[in-house]
């Protein structure tokens, strides 16, 4: 989280530590299975590709951010006024997933990470808008709720 005069909450969804040894694990089986197949410097060059394949995508994949800044919320390419917001909802791992899953709606916005198991839903207001709700993924959904309330009472 964040502190200025302008940002009232902010996080990253970066992936996990895990992801970044499992992926490395996979590039390495690679490079394992061509070092014998092909020429010494195919099988390095061809690893070092998928190298930065893996770490592109994973840096982009995590690279979402959730912001409560200057009345607006911004979660991942999208962004709200704070003025069209209802009730935002801290959902535990089980209601994360069965708002995700059986009882979700598909106009819905989400923002979602396999990697964190809780969200916050969050109710748009706006009736020009058709969506009914924007379902965020967070590590602190009690701290993004509080600051939603924070921002929309200013």
Known sequence: MTSTAETVYAERLTVPLRWWVQGTMLVATLWLALV???????????TALALGL?????????????????????????HIEV???????ALDADQTRRAAGVDADARAFLVLRP???????????????????WLVSTRHPERLV?????????
Do not use: C, M, Q
């Open 115 to 133: 990697y964190l198991k809780r969200a916050v839903k969050i109710t748009v207001n706006d009736p020009a808008d058709p969506t009914p709700y």
């Open 146 to 154: 509080e600051a939603l309330r924070a921002a929309t009472s200013l």
């Open 83 to 89: 003025a069209h917001l209802g009730a935002a909802v």
């Open 36 to 46: 014998v197949a092909v020429p010494g410097p195919v099988a390095w060059v061809t």
């Open 54 to 78: 893996l770490a592109a995508a994973l840096l982009t994949y995590g690279s979402a951010r959730v912001e409560v800044r200057g009345g607006e919320l911004r979660a991942g390419p999208a």
